[in-house]
């Protein structure tokens, strides 16, 4: 669990922030999965204050799903991190991008777009509809999902067509909203989950802990083995050379 752990620090959120999420939204996050998950993961949390931001090569070699929660740094991220991730994404790592991580680097490279969406934080009502029902990752969820208070987040969301579109949200003022999407990129596989500002406890909702939870094991890899982001290969002549002889048989 990737936490960008800005909020957690900042003058302006930090009480707030010690009030609703004392142990930081990574943490939270992080405990909703050994909840419900238990001796089937290892949960480990990295941010981005720690060197290389907590992603070295050696992390991630160990890691089969990356969750990243992202807001007000992003531009900071380093782009040689962002290239590993990416290059482990495309291996077969597994990546659930939530929230305000529709604007970081990697989910915008791996979406090729600009991630943009309408929004607006007035404590809206959300409804978190299934639109997939029978997916893996809405097993045991509701429908829908009522959280209380949460900020807006509304069309148009500039993403590419997604490959499965498993939840979409309706807000008190009438807006629409893909919230849950999945896409394959390479060899692994994205969900993209949008419940969950700082503003608000959402991480602590027993549904969208369920929900990512599911995630996890949706988005990890079936074999540790295929861990190999594509390359160019270069390959030797072939075994076998055809050519037409002139009276139009063929040689070989």
Request: glycine share 10%.
């Given at each position: 669990m990737w936490g960008e752990n800005f909020h957690e620090n900042s003058d302006r959120d930090r009480e707030m922030?010690?009030?609703?999420?004392?142990?930081?939204?990574?943490?939270?996050?992080?405990?909703?999965?050994?909840?419900?998950?238990?001796?089937?993961?290892?949960?480990?949390?990295?941010?981005?204050?720690?060197?290389?931001?907590?992603?070295?090569?050696?992390?991630?070699?160990?890691?089969?799903?990356?969750?990243?929660?992202?807001?007000?740094?992003?531009?900071?991220?380093?782009?040689?991190?962002?290239?590993?991730?990416?290059?482990?994404?495309?291996?077969?790592?597994?990546?659930?991008?939530?929230?305000?991580?529709?604007?970081?680097?990697?989910?915008?490279?791996?979406?090729?777009?600009?991630?943009?969406?309408?929004?607006?934080?007035?404590?809206?009502?959300?409804?978190?509809?299934?639109?997939?029902?029978?997916?893996?990752?809405?097993?045991?969820?509701?429908?829908p999902i009522v959280i209380d208070e949460q900020e807006m987040y509304g069309e148009y969301f500039d993403i590419p067509q997604p490959d499965e579109q498993i939840f979409l949200s309706t807000f008190t003022g009438g807006e629409v909203f893909r919230s849950g999407c999945t896409w394959r990129r390479g060899k692994g596989r994205i969900f993209y989950f949008s419940p969950g500002d700082q503003d608000y406890p959402v991480y602590h909702h027993p549904d969208i802990k369920r929900v990512l939870a599911n995630a996890v094991q949706w988005a990890a890899p079936q074999r540790s083995i295929d861990f190999v982001a594509p390359a160019v290969v270069n390959e030797p002549a072939p075994r076998f050379r055809a050519q037409l002889a002139q009276d139009g048989e063929v040689s070989a």
């Open positions: 922030m010690a009030r609703l999420y004392p142990d930081g939204m990574h943490g939270a996050i992080a405990a909703g999965l050994s909840e419900l998950l238990g001796d089937r993961v290892e949960v480990r949390t990295a941010t981005q204050d720690q060197p290389e931001h907590g992603l070295s090569a050696e992390v991630l070699d160990n890691t089969d799903v990356l969750t990243w929660w992202g807001h007000a740094t992003h531009g900071s991220v380093d782009d040689a991190v962002v290239d590993r991730v990416y290059s482990r994404v495309l291996g077969g790592m597994g990546l659930l991008p939530l929230h305000s991580a529709h604007f970081s680097k990697i989910f915008i490279k791996l979406m090729g777009t600009s991630c943009s969406l309408a929004w607006r934080n007035s404590a809206d009502t959300e409804l978190v509809w299934t639109v997939a029902p029978g997916h893996p990752i809405t097993e045991g969820v509701p429908s």
